[in-house]
């Protein structure tokens, strides 16, 4: 891999690892539902000039743009809304690799041996040790959204493999175009008040909503799609693994989240877990379908 495209793969890792911080700051100043919402309006602004119809699979869009749209990222929000410890949400947030490994297998019939059966078994033996940690057992229930929403997360995954061949933008546009109503709609019933103060909102507050609609979004995931598109996917996937352990390092930074025995320990089960499904997985791919640079 060249040198620069290697250093464009850190700079994503960087770029969502302190996405949530820009989650958290946009979430506890605007409202989860509200800052769902701004955040859509501002990545849906950019992609409009690529916007497209497409004939064909206009139903999947849909379907994708209420669960990896709508439904992911309010539950996402809810999570950062009701829990304080960051580093246990960005652990946790990890369950989304064995879901759609998981996912895969029983729908797209995947074949799987004992090495990614015994990774999930410890992606989730982690999460069990993180979620009985006494001293983040205030943060159950912002743990268990996050679990949702990385099922969300992963059924989306599944959907965005039947968009194959879409620009990122095009898909990103449709997303904020389905989410965007919905998500009015939420913010309307859950915190009205929020919504009704947007135009009040200080610029720091738009700034952490750009940041999560554009950096992580559009340039991040743009970013891998063109790199996908260069190089073998066992070479891509295992460079995005810092993710995580600069999204724990970032929320200790600066949050001051505590960092107990137990976490580490529930953490570290569920890192390598996902490194082991992340790093089969991908071999597995580039064997049964090469990637050819374009």
Known sequence: MKPLH????????????????AVKEGVMSAGPMTAVLLRYVVATLVCLPFLRWLPGRMGLILLTGFIAGALFMSLGAMSFALADNVSALAIVGQ??????????????KEEIRWPRITAIAICFAGVVVLGFDPAIANERVGILLTAAASLCWAVGNLLF??????????????LGLVSIPIMIALAQFFEPAKLA????????????VAYSGIMSSLVGHG???????????????????????????????????????????????TLVGVAIITIRTAQRRDSDMPVEPT
Do not use: E, K
């Open 6 to 21: 290697l250093a464009m793969i850190l700079a994503i890792d960087v770029v969502w690892g302190f996405n949530v911080v």
């Open 95 to 108: 369950l989304g690799v064995p879901f759609s490994l998981i996912l895969a297998v029983i729908f797209m």
């Open 161 to 174: 493999r039947r968009l194959q061949g879409v620009p990122v933008l095009v898909i990103h546009g449709w």
């Open 197 to 208: 103060a947007i135009p009040d909102l200080p610029l720091g507050t738009w700034g952490w």
């Open 223 to 269: 970013g891998m799609t063109w790199l996908f598109q260069r190089y073998p996917v066992a070479v891509v996937s295992p460079l995005t693994l810092p993710t995580p352990l600069i999204s724990i390092s970032i929320a200790v930074a600066v949050y001051d989240t505590p960092i107990t025995g137990q976490m580490l320990v529930g953490g570290l089960l």
